[in-house]
Each structure stands twice: as C-alpha cells, then as structure tokens.
C-alpha cells in the first residue's frame, strides 16, 4: 500500500492547504485540512491541525482506544490546538480536517468541513464523507428541480462547521468502518478538486484518468485541475492511495 501525493496552489497567493501521511504497522494515517481565514491565518490553521492529528494518533497507540476513538480523540486534540495557536497571536482562523485509516481491509474516517473523501471502485466515484457545507443543503433544490447542480456547487462553499478551537458544529466520525475491496482507490482532497470530481457526471476524460494505473494517480489529478484554467482556482491537495 503506497500514497501518492500532490499540490497545486491554485490562483491563489498563498497554499493554505496542509496533510500528512503515516505508516503505522497496522496501516496508513493519511491526513488532509484545508485552511481558512485568508493568508497567515489559513496556513497556520491548517498546519497546527494536522500537527495535532498526526502526534495525538501516534501517542494514542500504547492507550487502548479503537481506530475510532483514536481519530475522535485526535480531532479534538487539533482544534484545540488551533485555538490555542490563534490565542497566542490574537489572529481568528479555521480549517477543515479529513482524516482516514487504511488498513486490515477497511477504511476508518473522520472529518470536519467540506474536503472530499472518495472512493473509486467499479467505474463509480463514491464521496465516502459528509459534506459540512451550504451545498449539502442545497443539493435537496437540486434534487427537487429548483436549482442546477452547477449553481449549487458555485453557491454552497459557505461552511457549517470546522475546527477553530471552539465547538465542533458537526462531526462525520461513523463508527462502522467501510470495507475495501482489491483494486479500490482512495483519494483524500482539499475541495481545490470539486469541479473535477465532484460533477454529477464524470467526464470520459476523468474516468480514464481514475482508471489508470499509469503513473501517479494524485499528480495526474492535480494536472487535470490545472487543465481546466479556471481563473479562480483554489488551492489544490491530493494524497492517492491504491488498496492492493
């Protein structure tokens, strides 16, 4: 089991976009947040909060928590920690947080905020987690006929929760984990990758790209996003991991 992994920064000035990838002898911690709050502010927030993630889950090992537990418990360890980061310089920030374990045949997850967990099997894209933004309510006039897909992907970026060092709006931390299956692929994003793979209909280009087994899944992602010169693009992380 390799991670592949890639960046973009976008149109933006700055990449306020932070992961982290881990191998454990039980399996791979990979670790995605998207930073908000403009410049400083994006880059601290989302650094600090996979820094917290990542050491919290390690040390957590020799506990005798769950899988589980570990990733609820290292959430709240990030943002507390990115509250006490903008504590220290009277600043006010946030991020999101995705975080998925890989390992004895299942895939365990946590996130907050609207960067996609997504699995590729059998020619289909699945988003695996919640999506706490505007758009998830939106998409109800979507399936009703009262608003495009289009207009409500463009509309819905406001978030509905993510980590700024005070109360967890909303949690996806299911504790049933979701079976993998050989030739299933992984792929833990900002939402720098929405218009790509979020779209209702997946381009011929794009499911050739996602089937592929050619090169490096997160590179070749990153270079589509780049592909479609969208004048405001936002910064772009991808980290792509194959199950054997």
Not at 65 to 92: H, K, M, P, T
Not at 106 to 132: F, K, T, Y
């Amino acid at each position: 089991m390799k991670a592949g992994i890639a960046q973009w920064i976008g149109c933006r000035e700055k990449q306020e976009d932070s992961y982290r990838v881990k191998y454990f002898p039980d399996g791979l911690l990979v670790v995605v947040a998207d930073g908000m709050g403009g410049h400083h502010c994006g880059e601290l927030a989302s650094a600090e909060a996979v820094c917290a993630f990542e050491d919290f889950f390690a040390e957590s090992a020799s506990l005798g928590l769950s899988v589980s537990e570990r990733l609820q418990s290292a959430l709240i360890a990030a943002n507390e920690s990115v509250g006490r980061a903008f504590a220290d310089c009277c600043r006010c920030g946030g991020t999101t947080l995705v975080a998925a374990f890989i390992g004895q045949g299942v895939i365990r997850w946590v996130s907050v905020g609207d960067s996609p967990l997504l699995l590729w099997r059998g020619g289909r894209l699945l988003r695996l987690n919640a999506d706490h933004s505007l758009r998830a309510v939106l998409m109800e006039y979507v399936s009703a006929g009262t608003m495009s897909h289009s207009d409500a992907m463009r509309s819905g970026h406001q978030l509905r929760s993510a980590l700024t060092g005070g109360e967890i709006a909303m949690v996806d931390a299911p504790t049933t984990p979701q079976p993998l299956l050989p030739g299933d692929r992984i792929i833990v994003a900002s939402d720098g990758v929405d218009e790509l793979l979020l779209s209702p209909v997946l381009t011929d280009e794009v499911r050739a790209l996602l089937s592929g087994r050619d090169g490096n899944l997160s590179v070749r992602v990153v270079e589509a996003c780049q592909a479609l010169n969208d004048p405001g693009a936002d910064n772009v992380t991808v980290v792509s991991v194959d199950w054997p």
